[in-house]
């Protein structure tokens, strides 16, 4: 099965869409509850990411019996330092994203802590690129 | 407990999501990082907050959260609010600061 989700830059009413949609999935799959918590929280914070970081983003979704694939590409800044990035509490985030609660620098650590694989790949001013496997057994 | 029973117990007043009013009640968290918020609740937890905006409430449906409390006396947003309703997730409020109010729901979640 395969699902795509267009993520908007900059529109936090609308960051969880695709997480929310991807749970609803999931279930009606009868994935094991504590697999599908692992799967949204890494999935929410990819999108908020893209809001929060880019200018547009595209979230695609494979799933089979073993497993759920999920890459979401973005084009924007990109991320100069990955290493860096990946360090709890390091942000770039905006003053104005901080205030909502947003940019303490747990996104990616929570990303890495609730997958199977991970894999980012960035091109500074073009863009970045997450897969993140989950394996649903 | 469930949320009703915190509500009464607590005085908070409800903005919104009276559907979840029955929800069981595991645990509290306390945290204004949505991210944190994220990693280390579980469902059926309190959530308490001076957050209002409407991503809260994608976290706490996300997070199968039993309700929020919004802190010291403010109000969500509009859109905050509708967003509770569709998810029925009740979003709560009360005058008090954090430390009280969490205070007071650990009291009684632990008698």
């Known amino acids: 099965m395969e699902f795509r989700y267009e993520v908007e830059g900059g529109n936090f009413s609308r960051a969880g869409h695709a997480s929310s949609a991807v749970k609803k999935i999931l279930k009606q799959l009868n994935v094991d509850n504590r697999i599908i918590k692992r799967i949204v929280v890494a999935l929410y914070e990819g999108e908020v990411n893209v809001v929060a970081h880019a200018h547009k983003g595209n979230i695609l979704v494979y799933i089979d019996e073993q497993k759920i694939n999920i890459k979401i590409e973005d084009e924007g800044p990109g991320i100069p330092d990955i290493d860096l990035a990946m360090q709890a509490g390091y942000s770039t985030a905006s003053a104005a994203v901080r205030e909502m609660g947003f940019g303490a620098g747990m996104g990616l650590p929570n990303i890495k802590k609730n997958t199977d694989e991970l894999k980012i790949a960035s091109d500074v001013g073009k863009g970045t690129t997450l897969e993140m496997i989950t394996y649903l057994q | ?111």
Do not use: C
């Open chain 2, 1 to 111: 407990m469930k949320v009703r029973d915190m509500v009464q117990k607590l005085g908070l007043k409800v903005f919104s999501g009276e559907s979840g009013l029955e929800n069981e009640i595991a645990g509290g968290y306390v945290s204004d990082l949505l991210s944190d918020v994220m990693g280390n609740t579980d469902e059926n937890f309190v959530w308490m907050t001076l957050q209002t905006h409407k991503n809260i409430m994608a976290v706490a449906s996300l997070k199968e959260l039993a309700a929020i409390i919004i802190v010291k006396g403010l109000q969500p947003d509009e859109d905050t609010i509708a967003h509770s309703n569709e998810e029925g997730v009740p979003l709560l409020g009360t005058d008090m600061e954090t430390f009280e109010i969490s205070g007071k729901l650990y009291g009684f979640l632990n008698n």
